[in-house]
């Protein structure tokens, strides 16, 4: 009787995954997947509403606020900030949009996350039905990736527009509303970020496949990527200027490590774990791709073209690192966030070759739940944006007003160059007025290896006010000061003071920090080590 009852059970739960794969039951997962999308925008723009800006975001929300838009263009050929002169433009635009600023600036990367959300079901969902295509898209909503879709920077909306994009290639030939779409995304991806040149590189790749499979050149798409490629071109001179102005003093140093280091980042993993999934995917994924090229006249599952497109955007962050080594640039794992969606597409193979109907609806039912605990955790943290005024407005560190109060002829020397910024932003005139980074380059690289905050802030000062002072013309003029210190990884003006000898007097601190007390040795600063009495830290 139990056995009667399973096999009823389980031929009930195939008729019900037949049903959500066949096109009955693609209306209730476009229903679905409209739904998600919906409860994603608002709760994006909710926790954009409460997020402060960080020290990236603040250069888009700069640069991007300069009036009128020849001053941005000009920032920008001077190098001000290494993105391009498109996301920047784009922004320029958002920063113009009545309302709050924290979700303007941060309108694009919403928008991307659910153009990737999309993207991934539309491109999953024509080969193995609705239902895994949504599995695929919960895979994407699931993942680190989506706290990129709440920051004022290209990264959510380039794997998006790659998406829409990849989608819309799938479906060319098909339909003319399709490579219309084509058309626009994939030379809008191939300008948001200088790295989008290996998402021209991905999809040729893919095409290249689709050629040689059924022996024809679809020369439109070609025509696409060429101008994809001909407007990269067109960015050089930008990029070019940047890597100028950072490259020597660059924080990013590339090396090969980084490659594993970035799904470690992405699947939440530890450094063993994750270099055991790169050795097994380096011999499994091209086997996978070669099957689907000896199965390209079978009916069901991803073409061949396909499937190579999913194993490039795999190793879109592979491709990224050698770039960058290649090229004497930066490179840091949300550079390589396309690889989610060859993770995405990876998983709807998976689910639809194995094609257990059981595993398909358990699969669905713990993404499911997971999915509405992540909803519900953040609902809870909206009820209590609903009430507050300035929800996402940074406060300036505590205690740092009693201390210039207690020192009103003192000076306020920032550690390092994020901290700077980032409390600048906060801080109203009288706080910026005596607030103060030092500057010097060849110290910066000695002692923490880079300079890039350094590089960065002197650019910025060009066109907003901070003041960013030499440190040798600094400490010539200045006996005492008050100094507050982070521990970032960046901050090297604490460790210069104590190899000069200087006193700091810990006057306080919190959440990491310290202010101090700085006062000149009586030798006259000459690089004498201070008396252990005479110094906290």
Not at 336 to 365: K, S, Y
Not at 443 to 470: F, P, Q, W
Request: glycine share 10%.
């Amino acid at each position: 009787m139990s056995r009667g009852w399973i096999e009823g059970l389980e031929a009930r739960a195939a008729q019900l995954v037949e049903w959500l794969q066949g096109r009955s039951g693609a209306r209730i997962c476009g229903a679905f997947l409209a739904a998600l999308l919906a409860v994603e925008s608002v709760l994006l723009a909710a926790g954009a509403r409460a997020k402060p800006f960080w020290y990236d975001e603040l250069f888009t929300f700069y640069l991007a606020s300069l009036r009128p838009f020849q001053a941005l263009w000009e920032a920008l050929r001077h190098g001000a900030d290494p993105m391009t002169p498109v996301y920047l433009s784009l922004s320029w635009v958002a920063a113009g949009l009545p309302g709050d600023p924290l979700i303007n600036f941060r309108l694009w990367s919403i928008l991307g996350y659910l153009m990737a959300l999309a993207g991934i079901y539309l491109l999953s969902s024509k080969r193995y039905g609705g239902l895994i295509g949504l599995l695929a898209a919960l895979v994407v909503a699931l993942s680190p990736f989506r706290s990129y879709g709440m920051e004022a920077r290209p990264y959510a909306l380039l794997a998006g527009l790659l998406a829409v994009a990849a989608a819309s290639w799938q479906r060319t030939g098909q339909s003319r509303a399709a490579a219309a779409v084509f058309a626009v995304t994939m030379p809008l991806a191939a300008t948001v970020h200088y790295y989008a040149v290996l998402g021209i590189g991905v999809m040729a790749c893919a095409e290249g496949v689709y050629a040689a499979a059924n022996r024809r050149a679809r020369w439109r798409v070609w025509a696409v990527l060429g101008v994809s490629a001909a407007l990269f071109a067109w960015m050089l001179p930008f990029a070019r200027t940047a890597r100028q102005v950072y490259g020597q003093t660059i924080w990013a140093k590339p090396d090969l490590s980084q490659f594993v280091r970035t799904y470690m980042t992405y699947l939440d993993l530890d450094i063993n774990w994750a270099f055991a999934m790169m050795a097994v995917a380096t011999l499994a994924l091209p086997a996978w791709a070669a099957a689907r090229w000896r199965a390209r006249e079978q009916d069901g599952g991803f073409k061949p073209e396909e499937a190579w497109l999913a194993l490039a955007l795999l190793l879109y962050p592979a491709a990224g690192v050698a770039s960058a080594m290649a090229a004497g640039a930066g490179y840091t794992p949300r550079y390589g966030w396309p690889a989610i969606l060859g993770i995405a597409l990876l998983a709807a193979f998976i689910l639809g070759t194995i094609n257990n109907r059981w595993l398909t609806l358990a699969l669905a039912a713990a993404l499911g739940l997971t999915f509405s605990a992540q909803v519900a955790k953040d609902l809870g943290k909206a009820k209590g944006l609903v009430a507050a005024r300035n929800p996402g407005k940074r406060s300036t560190p505590a205690g740092l007003g009693r201390y210039l109060a207690q020192y009103p002829g003192l000076q306020l020397v920032v550690g390092d160059g994020m901290s700077y910024l980032e409390i600048y932003n906060s801080a109203d005139s009288s706080l910026r007025n005596r607030m103060v980074q030092l500057t010097d380059r060849a110290e910066a690289m000695r002692l923490t290896g880079e300079a890039t905050v350094d590089v960065a802030n002197s650019k910025l000062s060009e066109y907003i006010g901070l003041r960013i002072e030499d440190r040798s013309r600094f400490l010539a003029v200045h006996k005492q000061f008050l100094l507050y210190g982070t521990g970032r990884n960046s901050e090297w003006v604490t460790r210069h003071l104590l190899e000069h000898g200087y006193h700091l007097m810990l006057l306080g601190g919190s959440a990491g920090a310290s202010v101090y007390l700085a006062s000149r040795p009586t030798d006259g600063g000459q690089e004498t080590a201070p008396e252990a009495g005479n110094r906290q830290r």
